[in-house]
């Protein structure tokens, strides 16, 4: 099974590709995970999590975590929804700092990681992970 499992390659790709990003980030002690977070809210503004963890494909659970180690670096601030258990996630001026200082570093993974896939299948890849990323889209509209 593992032989011809989609998601096993699909896991493969997706933690050998973190990897590399996480390795170029490291200096700034962030990952490729927070990171995207910290992208998505500033895009939204004031996020709402569950809008977030749809945008990204995640876990609400993961995201929470991620959002509490962030919150403690002083990246974003979580406050409460005004209705429902929800959270609505904010960057602070540190947030935008860190996305400023990590976008060489994350240019330098993306270039990398479009080394390692090559020209073809890092657009096969971009195509593929749009067209999921605007279901993801869909989904968190429907839940605002």
Same mark, same amino acid.
């Given at each position: 099974?593992?032989?011809e499992?989609?998601?096993?390659?699909?896991?493969?790709?997706?933690?050998?590709?973190?990897?590399?990003?996480?390795?170029a980030?490291?200096?700034?002690?962030?990952?490729?995970s927070?990171?995207n977070?910290?992208?998505?809210i500033?895009? #939204?503004q004031?996020a709402?999590?569950?809008?977030?963890?749809?945008? #990204?494909?995640?876990?609400?659970?993961?995201?929470?975590?991620?959002?509490?180690?962030?919150?403690?670096?002083?990246w974003?601030?979580?406050?409460?929804?005004?209705?429902g258990?929800g959270?609505?996630?904010?960057?602070?001026?540190s947030?935008?700092?860190? #996305?400023?200082d990590?976008?060489?570093?994350?240019?330098?993974?993306?270039?990398e990681?479009?080394?390692?896939?090559?020209p073809?299948r890092?657009?096969?890849?971009?195509?593929?992970?749009?067209s999921?990323?605007?279901?993801?889209?869909n989904?968190a509209?429907?839940?605002?």
């Amino acid at each position: 099974m593992a032989r011809e499992c989609l998601a096993v390659r699909a896991r493969v790709i997706s933690r050998r590709l973190s990897r590399l990003y996480d390795s170029a980030l490291k200096p700034l002690e962030i990952t490729i995970s927070q990171l995207n977070v910290l992208s998505v809210i500033e895009n #939204l503004q004031l996020a709402p999590s569950g809008r977030v963890a749809a945008l #990204l494909s995640m876990e609400i659970s993961t995201l929470s975590r991620n959002a509490r180690i962030m919150q403690k670096q002083g990246w974003i601030t979580i406050e409460r929804a005004e209705h429902g258990n929800g959270r609505i996630l904010a960057l602070t001026p540190s947030g935008r700092e860190m #996305l400023n200082d990590a976008l060489p570093a994350w240019e330098q993974a993306q270039s990398e990681a479009e080394e390692l896939l090559g020209p073809q299948r890092a657009e096969d890849l971009w195509q593929l992970g749009n067209s999921l990323w605007n279901t993801g889209a869909n989904e968190a509209e429907r839940q605002a």
